[in-house]
Nanobody, 122 residues
Framework: QLQACGGGLVQAGDSLRLSCAAS????????LGWFRQAPGKERESVAG????????SYGDFVKGRFTISRDNAKNTVYLQMNGLKPEGTATYYC?????????????????WGQGTQVTVSS
């Protein structure tokens, strides 16, 4: 299971750090990622990180503002988000994949967290 937390209501330009704790799986065997879904829109990939080497990938819209990281000793993946914009308002989901090298997609994701709401006011 994946349990995400850290969302909230912030102003444009603020920062948030999302966390996602995993249980019941061998954490280091999974690539991890964050997705987001805004109302009326499709779920999109935000960031991904590989199993051990820590290679990362980001959606084009991130533009250097977000950082994904993982702590295999704590079974936790993080998403540090800086410079948040109103268009970043969405429910953010953590995800785990046994097969993805770095970037998770809807089709290669095996586990989903429950989502945490991020609202960015202008």
């Amino acid at each position: 299971q994946l349990q995400a937390c850290g969302g909230g209501l912030v102003q444009a330009g603020d920062s948030l750090r999302l966390s996602c704790a995993a249980s019941g799986l061998t954490f280091s065997n999974y690539a991890l990622g964050w997705f987001r879904q805004a109302p009326g829109k499709e779920r999109e990939s935000v960031a991904g990180i590989s199993r051990v080497s820590g290679r990362t990938s980001y959606g084009d819209f991130v533009k250097g503002r977000f950082t994904i990281s993982r702590d295999n000793a704590k079974n936790t993946v993080y998403l540090q988000m800086n410079g948040l914009k109103p268009e970043g308002t969405a429910t953010y989901y953590c995800a785990a994949s046994r097969s993805a090298p770095v970037t998770l997609t809807m089709s290669n994701t095996h586990y989903w967290g429950q989502g945490t709401q991020v609202t960015v006011s202008s």
